[in-house]
């Protein structure tokens, strides 16, 4: 997740082109991205819609866990989903605060 938040298709595209034009090697960051496992693309994909419902006026704030249960309840979630959503958000979440966090000046 973290990757795509850097490198979207077309800026990944772009440097890899860049790379093979000068004849250089791929940035070892795009060597070693992960790839996302079968099944977690939808927690991927309902990351980025809940990440809409934050509002950083007042500083880094994380996903609230209501709008996380509100997002289970719209998708009509199983409770195992619903917990599984919890989880995989949450996550998600701290591991993006800590990017966005690492990135202010100190």
Do not use: C, W
């Not at 496992?37 to 500083?59: C, K, Q, S, V």
């Amino acid at each position: 997740m973290l990757y795509r938040l850097d490198y979207d298709h077309e800026t990944e595209q772009n440097i890899l082109k860049q790379a093979k034009r000068f004849n250089k090697p791929i940035p070892e960051r795009m060597q070693n991205k992960s790839d996302l496992f079968i099944g977690l693309e939808l927690y991927y994909n309902a990351f980025f819609e809940l990440d809409t419902e934050r509002n950083h006026t007042m500083g880094l704030v994380k996903i609230p866990r209501s709008k996380i249960v509100e997002y289970a309840k719209e998708y009509d979630f199983t409770y195992e989903q619903k917990e599984d959503l919890i989880f995989y958000i949450t996550r998600m979440d701290k591991a993006h605060m800590k990017r966005l966090s690492d990135k202010l000046p100190k």
